[in-house]
């Protein structure tokens, strides 16, 4: 089963995070839902974080996770939270499951096609070479000529764990993204529907949800909303927490 980190009592409340993401990344955000008297879990998805490492990885699988994880825990109806490739798992199974499905908001994705624009990213990853018990400041090093910005650093940062004494590595399954990235950008199914009250969140300097995507949003989520949150990119949640956290937590407080 899916690791969890799990905050506060109430509606139960899941929050997926994004590619090469963890539940650690919405540990602050998941505290501040648990206060709105909601029980907040904060799942680890497959190939991330704490959770198992598989060669199996498409959103249908990570769906299908995710139905194990609320059928384990008994949990009848949920709202969710998805970022990115979270936003995608929480797509698919808002469309799949939608009697599981109270309120549903996705995090700078839409339900198109995404051309694979990580290869960088993955580039500076495979660049770095455990083999010689690398520090945190030399892997780092590793991957500055790869990725420049240094929030992009941070995150990816954040994945590295000891092994054992003196032996780094990262949580995510690098193996296994590395021949499956193209699963990434995969559309929503054509005839994939959910009725139900649905916010789509976007960063005003973000490019992954533009103004002519709305009509096939719409097409998916006919009762949908958007907000922008200006003068932030793609990891809005955590450039702007607070206005993020305000937008949602009104939108989940909707009768």
Known sequence: ?????????????LIIHGFLGMS????????????EEFQTHMLDMRNHGKSFQSEDFSYEIMAQDVLDYCLENQLEKVSIIGHSMGGKVAMLFATTHPERVEKLIVADI???YYAPHHQEILAGLNAVDFSTKPSRIEVEESLQPYI????TRQFLLKNLFWIEPGQLSFR????????TIEVIGTALPEGAVFN?????VRGGNSNY??????????KHFPNFELVTIPDVGHWLHAENPKLFFEETARFLRQA
């Open 1 to 13: 089963m899916l690791h969890s980190r799990i905050e506060g009592e109430g509606k139960p409340l």
């Open 24 to 35: 650690d990344n919405w540990k602050s955000l998941g505290f501040l839902y648990a206060t």
């Open 110 to 112: 839409g339900p198109k």
């Open 148 to 151: 420049q910005d240094f929030g």
């Open 172 to 179: 995510f399954n690098l193996k296994v993204f590395n021949s």
């Open 196 to 200: 139900k009250p649905t916010l789509f």
């Open 209 to 218: 949800i533009l103004d002519t995507d709305l009509p096939e949003i719409k």
